[in-house]
């Protein structure tokens, strides 16, 4: 069982018990479940945060440009939140300078 479905089992069976209005002794006695176990979850249940599952969606996108742009290599480099992206004929000393400066900032 997964850390997602153990969560989505203890939150039901919290939404139970509290409807039931039952004791917790007497309501982990009917569901076959020991009182540590409600009282952790339901303790783990008011000190967390309701977890939002989320899930992935993709978005088309549409390219613009003519083939020769959209073929031509490039190479993008990161450093910390800055980006440098590199086409060819690039001016190699000028790149380290850039990187190495970016470096101290970053």
Known sequence: MTKTEQQQLWAERIEAYQRSEQKVSEWCNANNLMPYQLRYWLKKNRTQPATTIRTTQWLPIEIRGNEETLMEPS???KVGQASVEVKR???A???LEIVQN???LC
């Open 102 to 104: 970016l470096s101290r």
């Open 75 to 77: 190479l993008l480099i």
């Open 89 to 91: 004929g690039f001016d």
């Open 93 to 95: 000393k000028l790149l």
